[in-house]
């Protein structure tokens, strides 16, 4: 079956505009997982979903930075105003259920803000 | 949230056992012990967990201390394909993210 898929996988934006990111699930997985990682370093969180409900923003960076899941399937993050600093890989993962079940990982969008 | 503290860098030869150690002293009773990797230029994949007792799978074993303040995870026989960051991720049993420290790069030596 299909995995976790990202779109686009590459983006090159200038500084100040808007993007999307989306993300499309493993069909019937209820937990969606945002991450980014930038150059070189480890995963940061951003926000979990169960459902389209996100009970974790904490790892938000800045109002800036949304998102939302609908129908309990797809997600989209949205960064406004983007700066520099957000430049990095964009990661969703997917898991059946919460923390007991196994994340699978999408391919990753490579955010480039010039 | 737990902590976790890995080593930076491992290196291992190839076809030989790894022991990558994982300390996770500030652990509640309902946390997961999870380990995942990341090959480079990939997403992470799921590599084992477990809470309590040793656990196998085909890819790696997991030995948790009796405390459970630390874990082990062993690749029984290094391949060049083994090399990536390996993540010790200490987790909520309810549903919850996984946050990822620095990891540990293992270099696989031909």
């Known amino acids: 079956g299909a995995g976790v898929s990202q779109s686009p996988s590459n983006k090159v934006t200038e500084k100040g505009k808007d993007v999307e990111l989306r993300c499309d699930p493993i069909?019937?997985?209820?937990?969606l997982y945002w991450y980014r990682q930038s150059l070189g370093q480890g995963l940061e969180f951003l926000i979990y979903f169960q459902g389209n409900s996100a009970p974790d923003k904490s790892g938000l960076p800045s109002d800036r930075f949304s998102a939302e899941r609908t129908g309990g399937s797809v997600s989209t993050l949205t960064i406004q105003r983007t700066q520099q600093e957000d430049s990095a890989v964009y990661l969703c993962a997917s898991s059946l259920r919460g923390s007991d079940s196994e994340q699978f990982f999408g391919p990753g969008t490579r955010l480039t803000v010039l | 949230d737990a902590k976790t503290t890995q080593p930076n860098s491992m290196e291992s030869n190839e076809e030989e056992p790894v022991h990558l150690p994982c300390n996770h002293s500030t652990i509640s009773g309902t946390d997961y012990i999870h380990w995942y990797r990341q090959l480079p230029s990939q997403g992470p994949e799921y590599v084992i967990h477990?809470?309590?007792s040793n656990v196998n799978n085909r890819m790696a074993s997991l030995a948790i201390a009796e405390d459970r303040k630390s874990s082990t995870l062993i690749l029984h026989r290094a391949t060049l394909r083994d090399a990536a960051v390996y993540y010790c991720?200490?987790?909520?049993?309810?549903?919850?993210?996984?946050?990822f420290g620095a990891g540990t790069r293992l270099t696989v030596k031909p």
């Open positions: 477990g809470l309590t």
């Open positions: 991720i200490p987790r909520l049993r309810i549903g919850n993210d996984m946050r």
């Open positions: 069909s019937g997985h209820t937990a």
